[in-house]
């Protein structure tokens, strides 16, 4: 248990469904954060919360859509996804560091995410 | 941008010791981790190197140069638990609200009784 969470832990959803990801921390953290990872390939990074602020957006499709309402929640909006999607989806947080200050990220389990 | 390295996998045998490497290219370089990720699971922390040296934490070690590149995590005693995949990141220098952390592929380690 890393103090954060994520549900569901595993969704399978057609092309035209529409679903979210829901990732919870209760580490008094202030940056929330999105991965994507997909078999043989790095953690991507989608998305960055920043007190509550979107600060980075690695080129996403809009398909993806995130949302933070406060600095503890977040969430992934899905809709019309492609089975390319299909992948684990990981929540982190961290609190945003000073320079060389040690904050690591925690990790939530993952939705194992599969597109039809 | 960042280009981080390491190998995709390597086989040991239970109690012995195995180094895995990473190389990285920075534009900015704001500190290194090592995360641990057992199959099915969430990535965990291991170790953060930001200035030159070694690092000890138990059964395993880190090190950083920063001239290089260069680092590695130096796994002793290592036991069957030990196979996972072992993650290289890099996190960058001040660039906003937030500092990014940059994964490599991972490491797949078996340890093999």
């Known amino acids: 248990e890393t103090g954060v969470t994520q549900t569901p832990r595993h969704l399978v959803m057609g092309m035209t469904n529409k679903k979210s990801l829901k990732c919870e921390q209760h580490l008094g953290h202030n940056a929330m954060y999105w991965y994507k990872q997909s078999a043989k390939k790095p953690l991507e990074l989608m998305f960055v919360?920043?007190?509550?602020?979107?600060?980075e957006n690695n080129s996403v499709p809009s398909r993806f859509s995130p949302e933070c309402p406060n600095s503890s929640h977040l969430f992934l909006h899905l809709h019309t996804l492609q089975p390319e999607d299909s992948a684990l989806y990981l929540c982190?947080?961290?609190?945003?560091?000073?320079?060389?200050?040690?904050?690591?990220?925690?990790f939530g389990q993952g939705t194992r995410l599969t597109v039809v | 941008g960042q280009n981080i390295d390491q190998p995709t996998e390597m086989t040991a045998t239970e109690g012995a010791i195995v180094q895995i490497n990473c190389t990285y290219q920075?534009?900015?370089?704001?500190?290194l981790f090592w995360y641990q990720q057992h199959a099915g699971e969430a990535p965990t922390f291991l170790s953060y190197?930001?200035?030159?040296g070694l690092e000890e934490k138990g059964r395993f070690s880190s090190f950083l140069s920063r001239s290089k590149g260069y680092s590695y995590l130096l796994l002793k005693e290592l036991q069957m638990k030990d196979s996972a995949s072992y993650l290289c990141?890099?996190?960058?220098?001040?660039?906003?609200?937030?500092?990014?952390?940059?994964f490599g592929s991972g490491t797949q380690l078996t340890v093999l009784p």
């Open positions: 982190a947080s961290s609190q945003d560091p000073r320079d060389g200050e040690n904050t690591e990220a925690f």
């Open positions: 190197n930001v200035l030159d």
């Open positions: 919360y920043n007190f509550k602020e979107q600060t």
């Open positions: 990141a890099v996190r960058d220098s001040f660039n906003g609200s937030a500092r990014q952390l940059t």
């Open positions: 920075t534009s900015g370089f704001n500190g």
